[in-house]
């Protein structure tokens, strides 16, 4: 059945990748959830910088911008590693929860890497929007090269952008059909979000494992 999957997700298609992170999601369903929740508890502190402005201009700065920092130093890194995590799921490789702390192995290049796409993006959008969908789709696979093959920041911003060339489309259509399944999963009493984020991160690891497959 694994070579059955492995073979499958070989077809770096909208609906392939779907249907392969559907499977993979549910046969490690309660790693994969695990994982949400414990990367929840640690996104939790970084929303600190949301408090009430009333309480106190200087307060709500000060957790303003510490919130930044977390987000930063501890909620991206943590991000990077549950892409791991999933692209694991994603491989048939044994996972464990400890697979998503996997990025603050690469520490440096994490926080570096996410800061560049962040810029990069950023001055995208100012241009007029166009140019910033089109980075976010050419640097998606960022997060697996700098976490999965321990790659430096330009390195892997170049062979992110090289190996979405002719897969551009596929992942702004996986990111647009992320949207209703979103929806639904917000639908169905709030929770539902969870399964739905959860397929949707074992979608995108799923196109990212068909397209660096061996051919």
């Known amino acids: 059945d694994d070579v059955t999957q492995s073979s499958t997700v070989l077809t770096p298609t909208?609906?392939?990748?779907?249907?392969?992170?559907?499977?993979?999601?549910?046969?490690y369903l309660l790693g994969l959830f695990l994982i949400e929740i414990v990367g929840l508890v640690i996104i939790l502190p970084s929303g600190m910088g949301s408090a009430d402005p009333r309480e106190g201009a200087a307060a709500f700065g000060i957790l303003g911008i510490l919130g930044i920092i977390y987000g930063i130093l501890i909620v991206n890194p943590t991000e990077y590693g549950i892409s791991f995590a999933y692209l694991k799921a994603a491989r048939n490789d044994k996972l464990e929860i400890r697979d998503m702390f996997e990025a603050f192995r690469n520490?440096?290049?994490?926080?570096?890497?996410?800061?560049l796409i962040s810029v990069i993006i950023l001055v995208g959008y100012f241009l007029l929007i166009i140019p910033g969908i089109i980075a976010t789709c050419k640097?998606?696979?960022?997060?697996?090269l700098?976490?999965?093959r321990r790659m430096g920041v330009i390195e892997?911003?170049?062979?992110?952008?090289?190996?979405?060339?002719?897969?551009a489309w596929t992942?702004?259509?996986?990111?647009l059909l992320a949207i209703p399944i979103s929806i639904v999963g917000l639908l169905c009493f709030v929770v539902g979000i969870i399964p739905a984020l959860m397929w949707i991160r074992a979608t995108y690891a799923s196109l990212y494992h068909a397209v660096s497959a061996p051919s």
Do not use: C
């Open 139 to 144: 640097l998606t696979f960022t997060p697996y």
């Open 156 to 167: 892997a911003v170049k062979e992110s952008w090289r190996m979405t060339n002719g897969h």
């Open 14 to 27: 909208v609906g392939a990748s779907y249907g392969h992170g559907w499977r993979q999601m549910r046969k």
């Open 171 to 175: 992942v702004f259509l996986i990111g």
């Open 107 to 115: 520490y440096r290049n994490v926080v570096l890497a996410n800061l």
């Open 146 to 148: 700098i976490v999965d």
